[in-house]
Nanobody, 120 residues
């Protein structure tokens, strides 16, 4: 019914930048909250950043001042601008969205994940 597709991951040196995108498609009526999560090897999945439908945001303490979450509601797309990347940011990054589908029920969807590796 709804697909979330992430892109933009890759290998970057410490101090570098990447921009992740998450595009939603399918039977979408509207999208409420969206968020980026990450999971490093051997660790639990954690919230990185969250953005409400109205645009208010919050961030994990570990990324405040370095990462910026945004969304384009006209394109059903969310972004994560990541600057000053550190090796500890290495993880698989997942997007999440609370989507109201055309039946007007809300469901929780996840993307397939994109790998971000920060290494010299």
């Amino acid at each position: 019914q709804v697909q979330l597709v992430e892109s933009g991951g890759g290998l970057v040196q410490p101090g570098g930048s990447l921009r992740l995108s998450c595009a939603a498609s399918g039977s979408i009526f509207s999208i409420n909250a969206m968020g980026w999560y990450r999971q490093a090897p051997g660790k639990q999945r954690e919230l990185v950043a969250h953005i409400a439908s109205g645009g208010s945001t919050n961030y994990a303490d570990s990324v405040k001042g370095r990462f910026t979450i945004s969304r384009d509601n006209t394109k059903n797309t969310m972004y994560l601008q990541m600057n000053s990347l550190k090796p500890e940011d290495t993880a698989v990054y997942y997007c999440n969205a609370q989507v109201v589908i055309t039946t007007l029920y809300e469901y929780d969807y996840w993307g397939q994940g994109t790998q971000v590796t920060v290494s010299s």
